[in-house]
């Protein structure tokens, strides 16, 4: 098991702007996991975003932030980053890492058996 801990938003930010999620993994990090981030929105699923296979190598985005995301990872850090760009209101959300042992990439959330508490994302317009 790893904990994850998220960073990053808990404050506003204006339609058009940029913020940075990152992601901290202690624990069993020697163990080479899939990363991803999620998003819940108030009232919604928790609907997958972005996932990083542990080598980095391969990356993978729902369409709705393609293009305006980008996922990345330092595991010499055990660090997951989220670089959020030309934020829209629709982006507003609790945005959630996490971590599976599945070798190949997913946006399967049953997949992902260790989660973060959640950084809120607020973009308004």
């Known amino acids: 098991q790893v904990a994850l801990v998220e960073s990053g938003g808990d404050l506003v930010v204006q339609a058009g702007g940029s913020l940075r999620l990152a992601c901290v993994a202690s624990?069993?990090?020697?163990?080479?996991?899939?990363m991803a981030w999620f998003r819940q929105a108030p009232g919604k699923e928790r609907e997958f975003v972005a996932g990083?296979?542990?080598?980095?190598?391969?990356?993978s985005y729902s369409d709705p932030v393609k293009g305006r995301f980008t996922i990345s990872r330092d595991n010499a850090k055990n660090t997951l980053y989220l670089q959020m760009d030309n934020l829209r209101p629709e982006d507003t959300a609790r945005y959630y890492c996490?971590?599976?042992?599945?070798?190949?990439?997913?946006?399967?959330?049953?997949?992902?058996?260790?989660w973060g508490q959640g950084t809120q994302v607020n973009v308004s317009s």
């Open positions: 990083i296979s542990w080598g980095g190598r391969d990356t």
């Open positions: 624990g069993r990090t020697a163990t080479r996991y899939t």
């Open positions: 996490a971590a599976s042992t599945v070798a190949v990439l997913t946006s399967r959330r049953e997949l992902f058996r260790d």
